[in-house]
C-alpha cells in the first residue's frame, strides 16, 4: 500500500448565512477571538484544530449538509491529483485562500465532501 499524502484532519468550515453573527457566536462559544478574520472567510484555532466560517455559496449550503471536514495534505498538487484519480469528482478546485493557504473540495465516489488543506501554520505532525 502506498503511504498516505493526507496527514489527518485539520479543518471543519461550517457555511454560514451572516458571517458577522456566526463570527460573534462562535468566539462567545470558544471563548477565543479569530486568528483569521477576512470577509470571506473567519477561522478559530481551537486546540490545534481550525472551525472556519465560509459564507454561504451555491454548492456548499448552511447546515449538516453544507460541513465540510479538511483533511490536512503537506502538498495538495501531490494529493489533489491523486484523490481524482481514484473516482472523486471537483466540487471546488485547488485555490489560494491567503497567506498561502491552499484549499481544494471533492466529492467522493460515495457522495460525500471531502476537503483538503495546506496549511503551513498549522503543524505537520503525521
Known amino acids: 500500500m502506498k503511504p498516505s499524502a493526507f496527514l489527518g484532519l485539520r479543518t471543519v468550515v461550517y457555511q454560514v448565512t451572516d458571517l458577522g ?3 460573534a457566536w462562535y468566539g462567545s462559544l470558544l471563548g ?3 486568528y ?3 470577509p470571506f472567510y473567519v ?3 481551537v486546540g490545534g484544530f481550525e472551525l472556519g466560517l465560509h459564507p454561504a455559496q451555491p454548492g456548499h449550503a448552511p447546515g449538516p449538509a453544507g460541513a465540510v471536514a479538511y483533511w490536512g495534505v503537506e502538498h495538495l498538487t501531490t494529493a489533489w ?3 481524482l484519480g ?3 469528482q471537483v466540487v471546488s478546485a485547488p485555490q489560494d485562500v491567503g497567506d498561502g493557504i491552499q484549499v481544494a473540495t471533492l466529492k467522493d465516489p460515495f457522495g460525500n465532501l471531502l476537503g483538503g488543506i495546506e ?3 498549522f503543524p505537520n505532525t503525521a
Open 81 to 83: 491529483p491523486r484523490a
Open 86 to 88: 481514484l473516482g472523486a
Open 21 to 23: 453573527k456566526a463570527k
Open 32 to 34: 477565543v477571538e479569530p
Open 119 to 121: 496549511n503551513r501554520h
Open 36 to 38: 483569521f478574520d477576512q
Open 43 to 45: 477561522g478559530f484555532n
